[in-house]
Structures are given as structure tokens and as C-alpha cells.
């Protein structure tokens, strides 16, 4: 008798992150997958059902109703600063919601979330290394978190709510590679600006090492929150001479005014807000991921470095090219 199948629904499946948790998924004998985005999904395999649809829409409950979901990985989180605060609630935390309120409602057994460290805010008088009982003050000096902050807080709750259902929230640490982030596009400026007298410890990760966790936490028996590292934290200039490029040395009270311009005229991709990275350090504790999710990072930092520097942007994401770097 054939085995049953396992049936994962993967949000944000167009995204850098969910293209890539696709197709490690597409070659596990036994799984079949369903993305759930609006975007294209460019050079998707043959097998993989791409459902071009809002989460928050009627279309999306019509998948879970009528198919057998037993995992639902929700990538699908706007992290875009050009975007308003609006559609930034509203994709976030009522889509989270909806998604969640589906996988109740519909018997769907694990659920994981991919939030962010971003939650914790990079603070003076933040701890050596946080852990995933640390508040969540990200906020405080940058609105735009807000919504996320609340989808996170949102999925603790479901915890309890809900204990049936296997519940997992990753929080993993700047991740470098493909992907359309702040981190990413800072270390692809042609000169980087480092803060005169500020050299924060800086962890970052292999984008395949986030989804090796993503793929970790779907494991039956996997509940809870989870900080994902890489394999060392470095000074921000270290990793900025990893690059190979020029920096540009500023003084600190300059940079939020700076960087503003340079956001609001489409000069960098990063807002003034995460400038209080080059400032201060947000180094996070991985020992739960180590311990429950027997994660490990295969990558470097050098590779992670590698990896960012190796990609072009291009309209609805990031690819890597063999024609350097697009700043």
C-alpha cells in the first residue's frame, strides 16, 4: 500500500526564502506542495501548485476546505518600508490571523511562522545575547515593526489557545543571500558606511542555513519560539571588509539624516531606522534552536557574504547572476 503523501502549503512561496524551502521540499519523496502568493513564481517545478491569490481572500480558506493540509509554513510576512502602514497591518497580522484561524479550523497539525530577530531592536543596553524570553522592543525606535512585533505576539498566544496544534516561531538573525533585505542591500552599496567609533558584534546567516531551520521546525514534536544563528558573530567592520569594498566612515549623528535621503531618493533600500545596527549590537542566544531542532549552520560568514554579493535585484525579487552586484 502507498504510503499517504504529505501535503505542505507554502505563503510568500515567490519570495527568495520560499522558491528556495519549495524546491528542497519539491525533492522530498512524499511531499507535495501548494504555494499561496500573488507574485509570479519564476522556474517553478512542474509539480508544485502555485495558487496566485490573497491570503486574506475567500480563495485561500477554498484550499484548506477542500484539500488535507499537514503543514503549513507561512513565509508571507511584508517586510517592505516603501509599503504603508496600512497594508503593512493588514497583509501581516489580519493575513497571519486568517492563516491561523484556517489551520484550526480545518485540522492542519504544524504551523511555522517565520518572524524575525528585528522584533528585539538593536539597544545599548540590550544583553550579550538574547533570548527568546527578551521583550520584544523593536518598536520602540522603529514604527514600521510594529505589525510584525504583533504577529509574532499573536502566534505566542495561539500557543496556548490552541495547544492541538504544533506551533513553531522562527526568529532567525540578518539573512544574507538572494534575499530583498536591509542587510543584504547595505553590504552590496559600492561603499559602505560603517559609524565612527561603533563596531557592534553583527550575526548573520546562509540562506540556506534558514531554510535547513525552517525545514527543522516542521519536525513532529517542534512547538515554541526559536532564535536561528549563524555560526559566529563579527564586528560590523570585519564583515564589511569581507566584501572586499571601500567604506565610508561617519559620524554617528549624521547617519539617520543621511540615510533618510538616501532611502527617499531610492539610493539604498534600507531605512534611517536600521542605522541603529551599525550602531549597536543585537546579538542573539541560538542554544534552543541548537538543542531542540538539532540545528547547525552548514555556512560561513564568508559564504553568507559571498552569497549576498552574488545577486541582482530585479522586480518582484532577487537572483543570483554571474554579473556582480546591482547597488
Not at 42 to 48: E, L, Q, S
Not at 191 to 210: K, N, S, T
Not at 288 to 315: C, H, I, K, M, N
Request: overall charge positive; proline content about 5%; aromatic content about 8%.
Amino acid at each position: 500500500m502507498a504510503r499517504k503523501k504529505t501535503l505542505a502549503v507554502v505563503t510568500g512561496i515567490s519570495g527568495r526564502l520560499g522558491q528556495l524551502l519549495a524546491r528542497r521540499l519539491h525533492r522530498r519523496e512524499g511531499t507535495r506542495v501548494i504555494g499561496i502568493d500573488r507574485r509570479a513564481f519564476t522556474r517553478r517545478p512542474a509539480d508544485i501548485e502555485h495558487l496566485r491569490i490573497d491570503i486574506r481572500r475567500k480563495a485561500c480558506e477554498d484550499l484548506f476546505r477542500t484539500r488535507k493540509v499537514d503543514v503549513i509554513y507561512h513565509l508571507g510576512l511584508m517586510h517592505d518600508p516603501r509599503k504603508g502602514s496600512g497594508e503593512h497591518h493588514s497583509w501581516n497580522l489580519l493575513g497571519t490571523q486568517q492563516i491561523l484561524e484556517f489551520a484550526q479550523r480545518y485540522g492542519v497539525p504544524k504551523v511555522v511562522i517565520l518572524s524575525t530577530a528585528d522584533v528585539y531592536g538593536a539597544m545599548a543596553d540590550n544583553p550579550a545575547f538574547i533570548t527568546e524570553d527578551a521583550p520584544l522592543l523593536g518598536a520602540q525606535r522603529f514604527a514600521a515593526l510594529r505589525d510584525l512585533i504583533a504577529v509574532d505576539m499573536f502566534a505566542q498566544s495561539y500557543f496556548w489557545k490552541y495547544p492541538e496544534i504544533e506551533t513553531v516561531v522562527l526568529r532567525p538573525a540578518h539573512i544574507l543571500g538572494g534575499v530583498n533585505n536591509a542587510i543584504s542591500n547595505y553590504l552590496r552599496l559600492q561603499r559602505i558606511p560603517v559609524l565612527m567609533g561603533f563596531d557592534p558584534l553583527l550575526q548573520v546567516l546562509h540562506e540556506e542555513d534558514a531554510v535547513t531551520a525552517i525545514l527543522a521546525a516542521a519536525r513532529p514534536g517542534v512547538r515554541g519560539v526559536f532564535n536561528v544563528v549563524g555560526p559566529e558573530a563579527l564586528p560590523l567592520r570585519t564583515l564589511v571588509g569581507l566584501t572586499g569594498r571601500p567604506r565610508i566612515e561617519l559620524p554617528h549623528f549624521l547617519a539617520p539624516g543621511v540615510a533618510d535621503r538616501l532611502f527617499r531618493f531610492r539610493f539604498a533600500d534600507f531605512p534611517a531606522a536600521e542605522t541603529d545596527y551599525l550602531r549597536y549590537a543585537a546579538t542573539l542566544d541560538g542554544s534552543r534552536a541548537r538543542s531542540q531542532l538539532q540545528f547547525r549552520p552548514r555556512f560561513g560568514v564568508a559564504e553568507a557574504v559571498r552569497a549576498a554579493l552574488r545577486t541582482e535585484v530585479f522586480d518582484g525579487g532577487v537572483e543570483a547572476t554571474s554579473h556582480g552586484v546591482v547597488g
